[in-house]
């Protein structure tokens, strides 16, 4: 088959640029799509390219949003005193379905990483520090990653958050619950058991 | 967040629409579209929905194309006297990356299922009769899939194509070549033991 102009070969490759899709899967979706009804492949077409140009960066915490604030910020029951950073909108998402948390976000879009050349300058640190030279925040919780990147990220605006008079703090680190402790790894134990509370 | 203006939502729900990706690979790849440039997203948009625009029935085979004949019909050193009859389009993509076939195909888009309220005059059967007539179709090798229904409509096509005095054949059902005998099912291990030949 030339590969150019065959409409399957030209779908398949645009499929597999996305991430945990090979080129096989990108095939089956291919054909999967070559049999589907042609309003619903534009119906999937819109989405995307229609989504993708309506996203912006909410003005106040940088998560996605198609307006000027995003759905968290524009919410008026939200606690102004509570902040929480995260690395990218997605954890938000995931803040979110835990229906729990009820400060507002800062999103840093990226986390620091000399191997990668990724600096402070590089991530929305200066943003997070004019919010909160602002004076509202009382706490924030930096709910980076357990990982060596987003450990080294929290402990270097922890130090830059609390001379600005904040209450700085860490989300927890221990066993996921509904794990296994067997399956747990070392380090995740040993934090576990350092975090420990009495009963 | 609002889901109905909310545009990760609005991508992730209609990439939930396609086979193998779940609610939560959706939302992976809408956050991960989210974070592209723009112009790749609109990349990845009009190849899905140009292609699937794009793509018609080769009026020979019935394979997918963009031009009145596929590459297969199109390509004059293919043998048409060797006719392969399969169910769908991915089929003839498969037996083509065998490198192996110099023939035609024909493809039924389907198969004859009962249970499913498919009979002869849903699938390209009428079509391929007309092919047959023609005159120049020596063999016509039977590759739908070793299944019930697979076999049933070999069957049903050797049964109409025997009396044209056309060669009728069906591809061989064995072991899988690299795979472990101990997990060959009873039914395609006594298909094999059936099939031996001599070395």
Chains 1, 2 share one sequence.
Do not use: F, W
Not at 53 to 81: F, H, K
Not at 103 to 111: A, C, K, N, P, R
């Amino acid at each position: 088959m030339n590969q150019p102009q065959d409409p399957i070969q030209r779908m398949a490759e645009e499929l597999a640029k996305l991430p945990g899709i090979g080129r096989k899967s990108a095939q089956r979706l291919a054909y999967h799509l070559a049999a589907q009804p042609e309003e619903q492949v534009v119906a999937l077409s819109r989405a995307l390219a229609e989504g993708r140009a309506s996203i912006r960066l909410c003005e106040r915490c940088y998560n996605y949003t198609a307006q000027q604030l995003c759905a968290v910020c524009r919410d008026t029951r939200r606690r102004e005193d509570l902040l929480c950073v995260v690395r990218d909108p997605r954890d938000v998402a995931a803040m979110e379905r835990m229906h729990d948390y009820h400060g507002l976000y800062h999103v840093l879009h990226g986390i620091l990483s000399p191997m990668d050349g990724i600096g402070p300058e590089d991530i929305r640190i200066r943003e997070l520090l004019l919010r909160l030279k602002e004076g509202q925040v009382k706490e924030l919780i930096l709910a980076t990653n357990p990982d060596i990147e987003g450990e080294a990220t929290a402990a270097y605006i922890a130090r830059l958050a609390k001379p600005l008079g904040v209450k700085v703090t860490r989300i927890a680190h221990g066993v996921p619950v509904g794990s296994d402790l067997e399956y747990a790894d070392e380090v995740t134990l040993s934090k576990a058991m350092e975090g420990r509370r009495e009963l």
